[in-house]
């Protein structure tokens, strides 16, 4: 498997670049590369580079998560659809130079743009007429509730519904039914911390059982898992459980589960360990 291009370089970026900075870079590369333009035998595969580079690096979540971890901090953000990367299938419906040229010279005044979603809907969104207006109601879930999904008994215009949420929905999400569209806000898990599917988890561990290695026992969504640490495990070290994360909903499929080491150094050694210490010094 090809080894993924550092972001920052894919868009021509420093590590310092800031929001506006990514924003126009992601605009002259996409106009570039869009397929329906560049008829260059790679323009799809660097079109697919690009969106993936700043569907991470446009989200100030993801993008922290980059910094810190690298691609092991994004990993699973494309979905799960096999092969394709970014946030977006693209669909456009008349002369596509006319619309290069227009947005180039300066002619398009759709307002600013914040993600991928923004420039490409409105640029190459399906025309499809409006859908039919229907009343929201929107509903409060626990962490929990979202990660394993839920049905619930809710009263809506006077009349007791029940309501399946399914496994996996993420804040924000609508969930449209026949009468109504249900949009539900989650609290914030107090062991996990969610970036898409993924989960990420830190385990904290004494700097003996850092040097000299363990085993941890981490509490998954579903059970239990004991997890070896290997000896000489850096702070900050990133380990993968695949396919432990959240389901994306309606799917057999699921994000990943990262545990984050987090070695304890303590700001006092007894006698006998500082003793142990100064001879291991003495020996290097």
């Given at each position: 498997m090809a080894t993924k291009r550092d972001y920052y370089e894919v868009l021509g970026l420093a590590k310092s670049a800031n929001s506006d900075e990514i924003k126009r870079a992601y605009r002259k590369l996409a106009l570039k590369w869009h397929p329906d333009k560049n008829k260059a035998a790679d323009a799809t595969d660097k079109f697919k580079e690009i969106n993936e580079a700043y569907s991470v690096l446009s989200d100030t979540h993801k993008k922290a998560q980059y910094d810190r971890f690298g691609h092991a901090g994004v990993s699973s953000q494309a979905g799960p659809a096999g092969g394709q990367q970014g946030p977006f299938q693209y669909s456009y419906s008349g002369d596509i130079g006319d619309f290069f040229r227009d947005f180039s010279q300066g002619g398009y005044s759709g307002g600013d743009f914040n993600n991928p979603f923004d420039i490409f809907e409105s640029f190459f969104g399906s025309r499809t007429p409006p859908r039919q207006q229907k009343t929201i109601y929107r509903m409060e879930l626990t962490f929990l509730e979202a990660a394993r999904g839920i049905e619930k008994t809710v009263k809506i215009n006077n009349e007791t519904k029940r309501v399946k949420i399914p496994a996996g929905v993420s804040s924000g999400t609508r969930i449209r039914f026949s009468e109504f569209d249900i949009v539900v806000d989650i609290e914030e898990s107090k062991m996990y911390q969610r970036e898409g599917q993924d989960l990420y988890y830190e385990l904290h561990i004494d700097y003996a059982d850092a040097?000299?290695?363990?085993?941890?026992?981490?509490?998954?969504?579903?059970?239990?898992?004991?997890?070896?640490?290997?000896?000489?495990?850096?702070?900050?070290?990133?380990?993968?459980?695949?396919?432990?994360?959240?389901?994306?909903?309606?799917?057999?499929?699921?994000?990943?589960?990262?545990?984050?080491?987090?070695?304890?150094?303590?700001?006092?050694?007894s006698g006998k360990e500082k003793k142990l210490l100064e001879e291991i010094q003495g020996g290097k």
């Open positions: 040097i000299l290695g363990t085993t941890a026992e981490i509490p998954t969504l579903e059970k239990k898992v004991k997890t070896r640490i290997k000896p000489g495990t850096q702070p900050n070290t990133v380990i993968r459980l695949r396919g432990f994360g959240l389901p994306y909903p309606r799917t057999n499929q699921k994000g990943d589960f990262y545990i984050v080491v987090r070695v304890t150094i303590p700001s006092h050694v």
